[in-house]
């Protein structure tokens, strides 16, 4: 019978972040991953907060050497052509102002390539079959490999499988978001060329109108990401007249500064379809278990927050489990820690999306929108900073805008729960706000 300290269940970003934060403590880790890396997968565009958060970890130097493109910032832009650039630089100085746009094929297995690097023990194409249990409590999985079974116990099992959820959906955690009832419709585009683009090399695009948006994300010297972001009911009452590839094309249409970004590029490959993706848990620990990343919640992709947040969680569920198994402090009461710490992340992400829909994607629209109550005692440059620092990934910070947006009932999700301010980034001395 095979025992570890941990089972971890997904080879994403969460779990391998999870993997690495364990192993680096001398954590006997198994990871079970079904498929076979490098793999596709959505989320190309990350934050500076995530390129501390690997410096942290001791690999943004090795990071730097994966040919990952430079970005640098993000440009807005509207159906009339008008641009508004958010550069990392505003928010202020002392903070890392650049990250990575990624083909997250390469990136995920560069982070599973670290964790099985630094003594993980990692299997792919292995599926969990089952989930074990032993007078009621999770004990383990019985995993298929090859053909063959084979049963692996831990003292904690860390759900790391992202929409798959297979601990998630055992115990029936996972709820409906109905504030952000979107789909994605995305595809990649090869010979690209970024001299077409006469904004900043590397910056995400947003193109925008009417709570619809695209995205486009230059992932390679010569490939390009672009997406439709839409209403589901929107989608559906335009799939009754017209395919996903005629509706990607007639949104395509109206934004002529992002077709002349993709003046000598193709698509490649079918459409990819990325349906009504926002779900979340109000319990994510257990007595054996945690959920990290999407298996406790999954978000829209508008703020690029995605694997951040992720990798995040997983680091702190690793630090997490290494402190219950030393016996630091009561399970319960560090279980709850981390279950706060998630939520406080995902939480101030999602009320920074509410807020920013409600604008209509306008970034500066919505920095006017705050009541003059809430920011006489504030400078409008330094309120810009705090607001491009969220977007960089400072969601567990505690300032006059992440207080007003804690502060709006209408941008609830979560259960009530006691906030922690523990950036995973940037510690207290390092921390700004």
Same mark, same amino acid.
Not at 244 to 268: D, G, H, W
Not at 337 to 347: A, I, L, Q, R, S
Not at 365 to 381: D, F, V
């Given at each position: 019978?095979e025992?570890?300290? $941990?089972?971890i269940? /997904?080879g994403g970003?969460?779990?391998?972040?999870?993997?690495?934060?364990l $192993?680096?403590?001398g954590r006997?880790?198994?990871?079970?991953? #079904?498929?076979?890396?490098?793999?596709?997968?959505?989320g190309?565009?990350?934050l500076?907060?995530? *390129?501390k958060?690997l410096?942290? @970890?001791n690999l943004l130097?090795e $990071?730097?050497?994966?040919n990952?493109?430079k970005k640098?910032?993000?440009?807005f832009?509207?159906r009339?052509g008008?641009t508004?650039?958010?550069s990392f630089?505003?928010? +202020? =100085?002392?903070?890392i102002s650049?990250t990575?746009?990624v083909?997250r094929?390469?990136?995920d297995?560069?982070?599973l390539k670290?964790?099985?690097a630094?003594?993980?023990?990692i299997?792919?194409?292995?599926k969990v079959?089952?989930l074990l249990?032993? *007078?009621?409590r999770?004990q383990g999985?019985?995993y298929?490999?090859g053909g063959?079974?084979?049963?692996a116990y831990?003292?904690f099992?860390?759900?790391a499988?992202g929409r798959?959820g297979i601990v998630?959906?055992?115990y029936?955690l996972?709820k409906t978001n109905n504030?952000?009832?979107?789909?994605?419709?995305?595809?990649?585009?090869e010979?690209?060329?970024e001299?077409?683009?006469? /904004?900043n090399? +590397?910056?995400?695009?947003?193109a925008?109108?009417?709570?619809?948006?695209m995205?486009?994300?230059?992932i390679s010297? *010569?490939? %390009?990401?672009?997406g439709l972001?839409i *209403?589901?009911?929107?989608?559906?009452? !335009?799939?009754?007249?017209?395919?996903?590839?005629e %509706?990607?094309?007639a949104y395509l249409?109206?934004f002529?500064?992002?077709q002349?970004r993709?003046?000598?590029?193709?698509?490649i490959?079918?459409m990819?379809?990325e349906?009504?993706f926002?779900y979340?848990a109000?319990s994510?620990t257990?007595p054996?278990?945690?959920?990290v990343?999407?298996?406790?919640?999954f978000?829209d992709?508008?703020? =690029?927050g995605g694997?951040f @947040?992720?990798?995040?969680?997983?680091m702190?569920a /690793?630090e997490?489990?290494?402190q219950?198994?030393?016996k630091q402090?009561? !399970?319960?009461?560090?279980?709850q820690n981390? !279950?706060?710490?998630?939520? &406080? /992340?995902?939480?101030?992400?999602?009320?920074? @999306?509410?807020?920013?829909?409600? =604008?209509?994607?306008?970034?500066? #629209?919505?920095l006017n929108s705050?009541?003059?109550e809430? &920011?006489? !005692?504030i400078?409008? #440059?330094?309120?810009?900073q705090?607001a491009?620092q969220l $977007?960089?990934?400072?969601?567990?910070s505690?300032? @006059?805008?992440t207080?007003?947006?804690r502060?709006?009932e209408?941008?609830t999700?979560f #259960?009530a729960?006691?906030?922690?301010?523990e950036?995973?980034?940037?510690?207290?001395?390092e921390s700004?706000s």
């Amino acid at each position: 019978m095979e025992k570890w300290d $941990a089972i971890i269940i /997904g080879g994403g970003p969460a779990g391998s972040t999870c993997a690495i934060t364990l $192993a680096k403590k001398g954590r006997k880790v198994l990871l079970l991953e #079904k498929g076979v890396f490098p793999r596709f997968h959505i989320g190309e565009s990350q934050l500076p907060f995530m *390129n501390k958060l690997l410096q942290n @970890l001791n690999l943004l130097e090795e $990071a730097n050497q994966q040919n990952f493109i430079k970005k640098t910032g993000a440009e807005f832009v509207n159906r009339m052509g008008n641009t508004q650039r958010m550069s990392f630089t505003e928010q +202020g =100085s002392g903070w890392i102002s650049d990250t990575f746009q990624v083909e997250r094929a390469e990136f995920d297995h560069f982070l599973l390539k670290q964790a099985r690097a630094i003594g993980a023990t990692i299997y792919e194409n292995t599926k969990v079959a089952k989930l074990l249990f032993k *007078n009621n409590r999770l004990q383990g999985v019985m995993y298929e490999q090859g053909g063959k079974k084979a049963e692996a116990y831990a003292s904690f099992i860390i759900d790391a499988s992202g929409r798959n959820g297979i601990v998630a959906h055992h115990y029936k955690l996972r709820k409906t978001n109905n504030k952000l009832q979107n789909i994605a419709l995305f595809r990649h585009y090869e010979n690209y060329n970024e001299t077409y683009f006469d /904004g900043n090399p +590397g910056d995400i695009q947003v193109a925008y109108d009417e709570n619809r948006w695209m995205w486009t994300i230059p992932i390679s010297k *010569n490939r %390009i990401s672009v997406g439709l972001v839409i *209403n589901e009911e929107r989608l559906r009452e !335009e799939q009754k007249n017209a395919t996903n590839e005629e %509706i990607f094309e007639a949104y395509l249409q109206l934004f002529p500064r992002v077709q002349k970004r993709l003046t000598s590029a193709n698509p490649i490959g079918k459409m990819r379809v990325e349906s009504n993706f926002c779900y979340y848990a109000d319990s994510l620990t257990g007595p054996d278990y945690l959920l990290v990343g999407d298996s406790g919640c999954f978000v829209d992709p508008m703020f =690029s927050g995605g694997v951040f @947040l992720a990798m995040a969680t997983g680091m702190k569920a /690793g630090e997490t489990l290494d402190q219950i198994l030393n016996k630091q402090n009561s !399970e319960q009461q560090l279980l709850q820690n981390y !279950e706060n710490f998630y939520k &406080t /992340g995902y939480d101030t992400y999602l009320r920074f @999306l509410y807020w920013f829909y409600e =604008s209509n994607c306008d970034f500066y #629209k919505a920095l006017n929108s705050i009541p003059t109550e809430c &920011t006489e !005692e504030i400078s409008k #440059k330094a309120l810009t900073q705090l607001a491009v620092q969220l $977007a960089c990934g400072n969601y567990w910070s505690e300032n @006059l805008l992440t207080g007003y947006l804690r502060s709006q009932e209408k941008y609830t999700t979560f #259960k009530a729960f006691t906030a922690v301010y523990e950036c995973p980034s940037y510690s207290k001395d390092e921390s700004k706000s």
